[in-house]
Every structure is written in C-alpha cells, then in structure tokens.
C-alpha cells in the first residue's frame, strides 16, 4: 500500500491550480456588467443631468399618493363592514373589491370596529 511520507509534497500542482484559479477571476471579474461602467463616486455632473433628475423628481411627486383629508386636516378613511382595519386609500387592493365602502374620520372607523390603520396603504401616508 502506497503511504505519503512528509518529505515527498511537492508544491508545483497546488500552485499551478492556485494560478489557474486566480486567472479564471481575473477574467471573471473582467467580463462583469460592472466594468464598463463609467460612474464612479466623484464623477462630476452636468447641469443637464442635474435638470432631469429634478424633472424625474418633479414628476414622481405630482404622481404620488396623498390621502384625503378634512378640513380640520385629519384623514379621510375608508372601511368595509367586515373586518378590523381601515384604509386611507379607497383603492387598496385589501378593499378594492370589496362592497359597499364606508367612509369617515377615523373615530368614526373605530366605532365601526376598525382597530387598526391598513400595513399596505397606511404607509403610504407617511410618505
């Protein structure tokens, strides 16, 4: 039976497959979609590209959502007979379906049973 004795390791494999490894993500690394990008932290921008971020900002704030609200600023809220939760948006998915939506403060939502604001359109009053 063949024994490995200590005097007979011969580093020459482990380093041609160390060698071959580091080359593979040499050219790994190298073929990334990364690599050709030309952004890199400190690149200076151009007052045109300043002008359309401010544009897409401009635009993503007319488009986002804003609750209802009463003339004493407190928000509009919508419920369903069934349930515990009320919504600020009439129409999240949670009650898009559903028939006939309530409406009202949310007191009144209280007194209806709602114990609690929707996760889904809730947090987007926060927003």
Excluded: Q
Excluded at 75 to 83: Q, R
């Amino acid at each position: 039976m063949w024994a490995r004795h200590p005097g007979n390791f011969h580093s020459a494999p482990l380093l041609a497959a160390a060698l071959i490894l580091s080359l593979i993500f040499m050219i790994f690394v190298s073929c990334s979609p990364y690599s050709d990008d030309d952004f890199y932290a400190g690149r200076p921008v151009s007052p045109e590209e300043i002008s359309e971020i401010e544009a897409m900002i401009a635009a993503a704030e007319e488009t986002a959502f804003r609750p209802e609200t009463f003339a004493d600023g407190s928000p509009k809220c919508y419920w369903t007979s069934g349930g515990t939760v009320w919504h600020i948006d009439p129409g999240c998915g949670r009650i898009s379906a559903s028939s006939p939506l309530l409406s009202g403060t949310v007191e009144e939502a209280a007194a209806d049973g709602k114990t609690r604001e929707c996760a889904v359109c809730g947090g987007k009053a926060a927003g």
